[in-house]
DNA sequence: CCTACCGATCGGTAGG
DNA sequence: CCTACCGATCGGTAGG
């Protein structure tokens, strides 16, 4: 998009890429360092261009984190919710939806684990775009949930008196519990646990 | 301790009274700005006094930031834990832990909600004696509700084949995820919807 | 506990 | 996309 000179000729796609590669390495350096306490110049570093170099793509800082954002829930779709939805709406595309998140954390897609889960704690008792961005996603992940526990509900997998609502609380309670205690601890058992109680949770139910 | 001239003669109790001021401040504001970014200027600011002045406390950024951690679990003994150890060991300590903790939550101790939580995700991936400091208080705190679980399984209140492992951690997940919600979506069903939760597994184990 | 200062780094801009 | 620069703020220190 520049008028600067270049040496090579530079296409669309080279713009998009570095693009793409700013905003990656933003998400995943944002779980180690918090979306704030990232700093333009150590972006850039990472990606290997100057700090005007970025601001060649974002106008202000707050335009990159919104954008950081909007690159880790792509992140986040297509590494939990995707694979999840090949599954039949119910009972089994939310067992998938767990065992994806919890996949998802053990994987280290972020090395700082859930972007969202320290992202939201980060920005929770803030104001403005960006925590309200955080606040739009976890609440759709939560109502993805509570579709499919509703579905189960009318397939007869789950019982008709459970509150979608409720339950739907207690497995993200689960889920972010095995992030935190993971990333603290460094327990691969985190992560069976919150497997065995939504097991339970949902057979009981 | 310090040599300095003072106009009014300083006691053993000045000092100490500001110690705590600045410690208790530091811990408040770490639950909104998060423990590293909270700055010396901005701490001495809010307590009324000089950098320096912060200096003669303290030797770095480091050390003010461990006894803040400190200063966090005495505030966090003092509220949650001191009241429930009035309850006999058991059911009734563990649903006083559970309600006393939420109760710690909604009356907003800190602001921030529970100092602990949010200085965990965010110490989590980062090394030295913080993040371990962090972990002795969280661990201590899950052992303290499995002494409370295994307690109650010996009197009967719980039965003999729960892990009180996996139930301390799913407990501790409820309690973690009201913080979590309760701060991201000004929420207080969310503390309602965790107690409901720990009622409910309780009762059935 | 203060004033005055240090080098380093912050987000951001001018100009190309 | 770069170099060179801006004022503000960072953690920390000297000296009293």
Same mark, same amino acid.
């Not at 993971?182 to 058992?189: E, G, I, N, S, T």
């Given at each position: 998009?520049?008028?600067?000179?270049?040496?090579? +000729?530079? #296409?669309?796609?080279?713009?998009?890429?570095? &693009?793409?590669?700013?905003? =990656?390495?933003?998400?995943?350096?944002?779980?180690?360092?918090?979306?704030?306490?990232?700093? !333009?110049? +150590?972006? *850039?570093?990472?990606?290997g261009m100057?700090?005007?170099?970025?601001?060649?793509?974002?106008?202000?800082?707050?335009?990159?984190?919104?954008? #950081?954002?909007?690159? *880790?829930?792509d992140? @986040?779709?297509?590494?939990v919710?995707?694979?999840?939805?090949?599954?039949p709406?119910?009972?089994?595309?939310? $067992?998938?939806?767990? $065992? +994806?998140?919890?996949? &998802?954390?053990?994987?280290?897609?972020?090395?700082?684990?859930? @972007?969202?889960?320290?992202?939201a704690?980060? /920005?929770?008792?803030?104001?403005g775009? !960006?925590? =309200?961005?955080?606040?739009?996603?976890?609440?759709? /992940?939560?109502?993805?949930?509570?579709?499919?526990?509703l579905?189960? $509900?009318?397939?007869? %997998?789950?019982?008709? %008196?459970v509150?979608?609502?409720?339950?739907?609380?207690?497995?993200?309670?689960l889920?972010?519990? *095995?992030?935190?205690h993971?990333?603290?601890?460094? %327990?691969?058992?985190a992560?069976?646990?919150?497997?065995? *109680?939504?097991?339970?949770r949902?057979?009981?139910a």
């Open positions: 998009m520049g008028t600067y000179p270049a040496r090579k +000729r530079r #296409t669309r796609s080279d713009g998009e890429r570095s &693009y793409r590669t700013i905003l =990656d390495t933003a998400a995943r350096l944002a779980t180690l360092e918090g979306l704030e306490g990232l700093s !333009i110049a +150590r972006l *850039a570093g990472e990606v100057s700090k005007s170099g970025l601001y060649a793509h974002f106008d202000s800082k707050q335009d990159l984190q919104l954008a #950081t954002v909007g690159a *880790a829930e992140v @986040f779709t297509a590494e919710i995707t694979r999840a939805m090949e599954k709406e119910g009972i089994e595309r939310l $067992q998938a939806l767990c $065992q +994806r998140y919890l996949s &998802y954390v053990k994987r280290a897609v972020f090395p700082g684990g859930c @972007f969202f889960s320290s992202t704690a980060e /920005w929770d008792t803030r104001r775009p !960006i925590r =309200d961005r955080v606040r739009t996603v976890l609440a759709g /992940w939560t109502e993805l949930l509570e579709a499919n526990v579905a189960a $509900q009318q397939q007869g %997998d789950l019982a008709q %008196d509150d979608a609502g409720q339950l739907s609380f207690e497995i993200n309670a889920l972010h519990e *095995a992030n935190g993971y990333l603290l601890f460094r %327990d691969p058992a992560l069976d646990r919150a497997q065995t *109680a939504i097991e339970d949902l057979a009981r």
